[in-house]
């Protein structure tokens, strides 16, 4: 009974005129004398009655069609909802993937490589570079290849390059002696080079590597290079260009370390070295210009520049010891041959 109540307050108008209409078409079918008129009144009602019948078979049809649309859109908000929490833990998931991803990558931030590809390494960082930092020793490579080969590669590009240097402070008789020390205590003998490392070795090494630097910058006024004499020793050697870095330590043969200029690591250390750089004793370079010095300076010209630079030469020095101080600096032996 409720059903048909409901369905009956649903299709009221409908259910009245279909009877209104048969009733009408009936009445009227029924008169004796029918006109013309009355019959086409009978037949419109009729159609009427037609009509809404099928509007009532209409509606039946469309109610559980209805329903089951309803129930459709139900389910496909309900699977929409779990859809969308699936789509969330998706991202999640590939949020912590990509990290994971990004993790892995920078686990391989440095390569090792063994000691006999080092000088190749470096010669394919020579490569093109408009930068160069070091930080070390002495810098008996930076005399020996580095530097001449870099501006060599600058003139000919005719572009600017840019050289930050970082070495043993000559005048610093302690500093100077831990580090001949430490080498000794790595070999007993003579390195590459030929020579065993003692106090003045080193201190030649380093005075050797200023005038160097003087002496380039004299030849190639697109050189901007820039000195900083420290005070503690390090037992690594960092080279940085353009490309990639290059940490090697007082063994030529042994393993080093690369790191792309792509890597984070990179940055890091590049901010690591100018602001040691910035800490140490800082060689004013640019007044080397006071102190012009020949292709092959002389002892007199050499006195005069680390008098115009404010480095004073060791006590004791004679010709001799000047000599052997332009050769380390003009033509140094390459460690890794």
């Known amino acids: 009974m409720t059903r048909f109540t409901n369905w009956f307050g649903k299709n009221a108008d409908a259910v009245i005129a279909l009877v209104l209409a048969i009733t009408v078409a009936l009445l009227g079918v029924g008169v004796n004398l029918p006109n013309e008129s009355e019959i086409t ?191 503690t020793m390090t037992t690594l050697r960092y080279d940085l260009a353009a490309s990639r870095l290059v940490v090697t330590r007082d063994d030529p043969r042994g393993e080093a370390l690369v790191v792309d200029s792509t890597k984070f690591y990179y940055g890091w250390v590049s901010a690591e070295l100018q602001t040691s750089l910035d800490q140490a004793r800082r060689v004013p370079v640019e007044l080397a210009r006071l102190a012009p010095l020949d292709d092959e300076p002389t002892v007199d010209e050499v006195r005069k520049l680390f008098e115009v630079l404010g480095i004073e030469l060791a006590q004791g020095y004679t010709e001799r010891d000047i000599i052997e101080i332009v050769r380390k600096a003009l033509r140094a032996k390459d460690p890794y041959e």
């Open 41 to 231: 009144n009978s037949a419109i009602l009729a159609v009427i009655g037609l009509l809404a019948t099928s509007v009532l078979r209409d509606r039946g049809r469309r109610v559980p069609v209805e329903a089951e649309v309803r129930d459709t859109l139900r389910a496909s908000s309900s699977t929409l909802d779990d859809l969308s929490g699936r789509l969330a833990h998706i991202e999640r998931f590939e949020g912590v993937l990509s990290d994971t991803k990004r993790a892995l990558d920078e686990t391989s931030v440095v390569r090792v490589i063994g000691g006999g590809q080092v000088a190749q390494v470096l010669a394919d960082a020579r490569r093109d570079t408009d930068r160069w930092f070091f930080k070390g020793g002495t810098g008996t490579y930076i005399r020996a290849k580095t530097l001449p080969e870099c501006v060599a590669a600058a003139r000919r590009e005719r572009r600017t390059l840019l050289f930050r240097l970082e070495i043993l402070d000559p005048t610093d008789v302690a500093v100077c002696e831990a580090y001949a020390r430490h080498r000794r205590s790595v070999s007993d003998g003579p390195d590459a080079t030929g020579e065993p490392w003692t106090l003045e070795r080193t201190r030649k090494e380093a005075y050797a590597t200023i005038l160097a630097a003087c002496w380039h910058k004299q030849r190639f006024g697109m050189l901007d290079i820039d000195i900083g004499l420290a005070r």
